[in-house]
């Protein structure tokens, strides 16, 4: 099992910045994928970015160049760096943990609100 803790939502102006946290602890595999995806409300809820434990990242067209994902392995913990924030990454946004051994077992967060007024 593995148990995934976020922070670091919230209410912010067009063109500001967040930082999202996210820390994972239970029996975590050296090998792994983290992330965040995001809900916005009467959507589907889609990749924001992943990184694998040995830092490839991968990021959604619409957030590439204004969001930066990073990780330290050994305090298990993954970080969203969100900048120049529009209205439309406005969502609640969930850290994700996908396990080495088996992709397909997924762990999810709780979900963090952020809001961006335009």
């Known amino acids: 099992q593995v148990q995934l803790v976020e922070s670091g939502g919230g209410l912010v102006q067009a063109g500001g910045s967040l930082r999202l946290s996210c820390a994972a602890s239970?029996?975590?595999?050296?090998?792994?994928?983290m992330g965040w995806y995001r809900q916005a409300p009467g959507k589907q809820r889609e990749l924001v970015a992943d990184i694998t434990s040995g830092g490839i990242t991968n990021y959604a067209d619409s957030v590439k160049g204004r969001f930066t994902i990073s990780r330290d392995n050994a305090k298990n913990t993954v970080w969203l760096q969100m900048n120049s924030l529009k209205a439309e990454d406005t969502a609640v946004y969930y850290c994700n943990y996908r396990d080495g051994r088996n992709w397909s077992v997924n762990y999810w967060g709780q979900g963090t609100q952020v809001t961006v007024s335009s």
């Open positions: 239970g029996i975590i595999f050296s090998i792994n994928v």
